[in-house]
């Protein structure tokens, strides 16, 4: 059985080049953009979102979030959230 603290352990440094490109393709950059979003008509007036990757990938729109968001957006339980601003 491997120990926690063994030389089996790799660092994210230890990763970089061990998966080529040749196995996945290195994804092109997203353009900037800006969309309006209505969560299938969930929302009576869309909101309008930037999507800016240039520091990276924390400036778009994940689909995680997506559904999290019509699930709140539906949820009759959750009608606390309404005219909530975060």
């Known amino acids: 059985m491997a120990d926690s603290d063994s030389d ?3 660092s994210l440094k230890e990763f970089t ?3 080529s490109e040749d196995l996945v393709d290195v994804r ?10 209505d969560f ?3 929302l009576s007036t869309p909101l309008r979102l930037h999507e800016d990757l240039k520091t ?3 400036g778009q729109l994940w ?3 997506m559904v999290l968001t019509k699930y709140l957006l539906r949820e009759p339980q959750l009608s606390t959230l ?5």
């Open 8 to 10: 089996s352990d790799l």
């Open 17 to 19: 080049g061990i998966i």
């Open 28 to 37: 092109p950059p997203k353009p900037a953009g800006t969309t309006d979003l």
């Open 40 to 42: 299938d008509g969930l």
């Open 56 to 58: 990276g990938c924390g």
């Open 63 to 65: 689909p995680a979030g």
């Open 82 to 86: 309404h005219d909530k601003r975060m």
